[in-house]
């Protein structure tokens, strides 16, 4: 299977790696890897075992790749409106574009530029960073729930998600995407949002009672907009408290976010928070708490 | 009138000068500006006029100053636990104990410890920073509603309130004093609070549309709380909106909590936050945004 991995960071970076390790044909978009990649290849340094893959097809244009079967979106968030000039000359008729991205909407972009029925997303639980250039250190999880956009064909989807699982990826289809895009938000919302806005990691706000509890109460105001959105079966508002006690495992962690802003790039505000809070205002649902982290947080991107 | 001034930071050395100033006999109670305003006296740059006091009644310990007519209270809420000690040798029967400290809790302290009958309570508007030892630097207002804590005895208030007027400050006494407290939490909570924590000051949240809305959804939370507590005549939502736009001539003014912040002083949260948040939830309210900031605060307290 012809792979175009679009959105090389660290997540392209190792699911593309272990793809191409399990046998796919894989082609990398990319940028700032692409001469270390080139000249000596790709390094995954994985709690499940460190590999090296010493010839990786990398290409700087997405023309040179030409159509394949399946793309795979990794892409930061905030770098959306580069869909239409990565991804058009990759995609033909039977081309699959599977989103991996953060938050709400990529999917429904995707849909308004390639069509709806080639719209696939994945839900990544994935622990990893991207070291020097071509290498890339997977520190925990990776399990990916993939679900379809539009139409319910269960025979692409699972085929897709039993290649993922001969690369050594927990992966699972799911039948419906919206409740696996909004559980993820019930954690990316408050941890993303406060380590980012305070410059600390997860542990910081878990080991104080009075942070613990606003976790805990953003998590709340989450879920509850979340079952306005006619999922198909709605989130329990105790998934909270659940993961507010699992996180107490993460120890230092650094969500994505506060990584992003301690390496002073611009943040995923409007996946992880613009558009949710704005899907969740249509249906009449305030989510003060997380209004007011957005707020926060777009005021630094403005200095 | 023997008048002692206790927490003689930026607020209580500038009141005690000008009532020193205009004929009153004013006992200073210093810890940090003792060396100095014992040597050279005190001086105040003011927006009405800079002048100097060459003689400073000054002392380091209260029993040496004794019994007074009038005790102006100035400390930061968060040195409150030293009331006992710092006050208790000041009283006589005829003590009156003014404080003039922000938030809520302090009259209530005061009156537990000294009998409700002595305590006044005065909501001071006032800009001021303290700069050298014995240097003050009044930026500007200064007003002061004065109201009883207990008993209504406007012959006392008002004579009190005359004394402040004789001083050049303008000061006026009002039949709810809670009402008071609250309308100016309306400014101080989201103003303290956020500025303290975002390390800005107040244009920067005024200028930027969503912050802007932020701040008066904040305003809003606590009005809505201040009239659960039975006061007088309710606070107008609409004020809220009132004092966004009359606070966008404050430009670069930085509140009280930031300058504290800035000089890494323990800041107020507790008569700013968390006694009406307490308060608050007392009549069932919540105010989700102020609870978010003062957890936040509490939080970087901690480090």
């Given at each position: 299977m012809r792979i175009a991995v679009v959105g090389a960071g660290a997540l392209g970076l190792y699911y593309g790696a272990v793809l191409q390790k399990s046998g796919n044909d894989v082609y990398f978009l990319l940028r700032s890897d692409y001469t270390a990649i080139n000249a000596e290849g790709l390094t995954v340094y994985s709690v499940n075992g460190d590999f090296h893959l010493p010839k990786v097809k990398s290409f700087r244009s997405p023309s040179e790749i030409g159509t394949v079967d399946l793309v795979v979106v990794g892409l930061k968030t905030f770098a959306n409106s580069s869909y239409a000039e990565l991804i058009t000359p990759l995609v033909g008729n039977k081309t699959q574009i599977l989103t991996l991205q953060n938050g709400l909407g990529n999917e429904e972009s995707l849909a308004a530029l390639f069509g709806k029925e080639k719209i696939l997303g994945g839900v990544a639980y994935l622990c990893s960073i991207r070291e020097k250039p071509g290498e890339v250190r997977h520190l925990g999880e990776g399990r990916i729930l993939l679900g379809e956009y539009s139409k319910i064909d269960s025979t692409r989807t699972e085929e897709i998600a039993s290649r993922f699982r001969a690369a050594g990826v927990e992966c699972r289809s799911v039948s419906d995407l919206k409740r696996a895009r909004w559980e993820k938000l019930v954690w990316n919302i408050p941890f993303n949002g406060l380590c980012a806005l305070m410059l600390k990691s997860v542990d910081s706000f878990l080991k104080f009672e009075p942070t613990r509890r606003l976790i805990r109460e953003i998590m709340e105001e989450v879920i509850t907009a979340a079952n306005t959105q006619c999922l198909l079966k709605e989130i329990p508002l105790s998934l909270a408290e659940k993961m507010v006690a699992s996180s107490s495992n993460l120890g230092q962690y650094k969500p994505s976010m506060l990584i992003d802003r301690l390496k002073d790039r611009p943040l995923e505000?409007?996946?992880?928070?613009g558009i949710p809070l704005q899907i969740a205002a249509e249906k009449g649902i305030q989510m003060p708490r997380v209004q007011q982290i957005f707020a926060l947080l777009q005021l630094t991107e403005t200095d």
């Open positions: 505000l409007e996946a992880i928070f």
